[in-house]
């Protein structure tokens, strides 16, 4: 096989495909969890919090040359992101497990009542 048919089978596989189409929504999410943050949390909750420290916005936070306030709001994007995986993790794995349950075949009322008869006959 060439080298470029072997490229074209590998990059059109299901995983690769798969693998891009995650990141660019990955991508996505991480803008709207960015804009979540900045936009809604941050003037919301955060506000007494920059009022007291006298600051106007979390990023500008700084004590001394060390500024901490985007390491804040990257805390709170990678927690929110963290957060939001788990669920959907969660909820996908809780999905699966009724499948699998459903999967199972059912024993028929003429099966269970051989195996009913074979384990009498074993006694």
Do not use: C
């Not at 693998?19 to 660019?24: D, E």
């Not at 990257?74 to 939001?84: D, E, G, L, N, Y």
């Amino acid at each position: 096989m060439s080298f470029i048919k072997e490229f074209k089978t590998f990059a059109m596989s299901g995983n690769i495909v798969d693998l891009a189409v995650a990141v660019i929504i990955g991508g996505a999410f991480g803008s709207i969890v960015s804009s979540l943050v900045d936009d809604i949390i941050t003037p919301l909750l955060l506000t007494p919090a920059l009022q007291a420290a006298h600051v106007n916005d979390i990023t500008s936070l700084s004590w001394g040359a060390v500024k901490y306030g985007n390491f804040l709001s990257s805390i709170i994007k990678f927690t929110i992101i963290a957060f939001v995986l788990f669920a959907i993790i969660k909820a996908m794995n809780s999905f699966k497990k009724k499948e699998e349950t459903k999967s199972e075949p059912e024993v028929s009322s003429t099966d269970q009542l051989l195996t009913e008869i074979r384990d009498a006959l074993k006694k």
